[in-house]
């Protein structure tokens, strides 16, 4: 049975959550005010550049007088800096906040336990810790930007029943059912980037973006290193930020950067690297094959999601990736579609 602390720290990832695609490059954060056993006010960071969830949740409470009694849960340690809103230890201070419960700490090093030291410094009691695994799950992502500076990166891709992923053209085939699309539109709302080779680019001609899904499109990332692809494909439409890695050029424009990269030095480095500067938090990877492979063997990648058709066969062309030997995590069946769901367990703490 949970205890009274980590029910209302429940509360507050499920707070925090609501948040999930819109608080790139920031964290999801929730937050919940309890004065003898009852929520009186409650909140989470809504957007990038908003008030922080703590804000949100004091603002909630109508009678303040009661916030020096109230115990405070937040999923992420209160900031102790001024970026696009002040620290939220400081409010918290100043609202006479004396009883702090944290479920992580913040990894970025801009705060990295300076706010529980405001706190603590100005005599709250703070306990860290409460249903910590539940709160790195969460914000997976955020961990691993800052522990292994770079985004985290999560593969997909859909193949035949007989894997294989196109045909042996390059043509484009439709492999996966039409509740499937919409899941992976679902998934681009969620993830801060995009990311294809020059291959797909130049033979599926994707939009990439999140037409049949409510929410905001990614940041499109394509790879082409000699600047060969048509400008006419949607990816140069600059309906969405667009970054184009290359050898050849550097050049940034309204809604899309060519960033030139060293042709004598690893390709994928370099591209994580500027992705991190970007402060890119998560990067959806959806082909094509080598882009994919590259990463599996380069083991730059922290989910893979697969969609194998139950039905659909080529009988030949381009092969599905291959190279994941990380457990299954789990699967589930959408429509005619087997979805995979793997989790790199080498980055797990």
Request: proline share 5%.
């Amino acid at each position: 049975m949970l205890s009274s602390d980590e029910l209302y720290m429940r509360r507050a990832l499920e707070l925090a959550r609501w948040g999930s695609g819109f608080t790139y490059p920031n964290p999801m954060v929730g937050c919940v005010v309890v004065h003898e056993g009852r929520i009186i006010g409650e909140g989470w960071h809504r957007q990038y550049g908003g008030p922080h969830a703590e804000v949100n949740a004091i603002a909630a409470v109508e009678d303040k007088s009661l916030l020096p009694k109230s115990r405070v849960y937040v999923t992420l340690e209160p900031c102790s800096h001024f970026g696009k809103t002040p620290p939220c230890a400081d409010l918290l201070i100043s609202s006479g906040v004396e009883d702090v419960v944290i479920c992580n700490t913040d990894p970025n090093p801009l705060v990295a336990g300076q706010g529980i030291k405001k706190l603590f410094e100005a005599g709250a009691q703070v306990q860290v810790g409460v249903l910590e695994e539940e709160g790195l799950e969460l914000n997976k992502r955020f961990f691993t930007f800052h522990s292994q500076k770079r985004p985290y990166i999560l593969l997909k891709w859909a193949e035949t029943a007989d894997a294989y992923i196109a045909a042996t053209d390059y043509k484009q085939e439709q492999i996966s059912g039409k509740l499937a699309q919409r899941v992976v539109h679902m998934w681009r709302s969620e993830e801060q980037a995009i990311m294809v080779g020059s291959r797909t680019a130049l033979y599926d001609n994707p939009r990439l973006n999140t037409r049949l899904w409510a929410g905001r499109s990614p940041t499109r990332v394509v790879i082409d290193k000699n600047l060969l692809l048509p400008g006419h494909l949607h990816l140069f439409d600059r309906s969405q930020p667009t970054v184009i890695y290359n050898y050849r050029k550097q050049e940034a424009g309204e809604n899309l950067d060519y960033v030139q990269l060293r042709e004598q030095e690893p390709l994928l480095p370099q591209l994580m690297q500027d992705l991190h500067r970007r402060n890119v938090l998560s990067v959806l990877v959806e082909g094509g094959t080598f882009l994919l492979e590259s990463l599996l063997q380069a083991n730059l990648w922290d989910e893979a999601i697969v969609l194998k058709s139950r039905h659909k066969t080529l009988g030949n062309g381009i092969k599905a990736p291959t190279g994941i030997y990380s457990p299954l995590l789990h699967t589930q069946t959408l429509g005619p579609d087997q979805l995979l769901h793997y989790r790199n367990n080498s980055f797990i703490s």
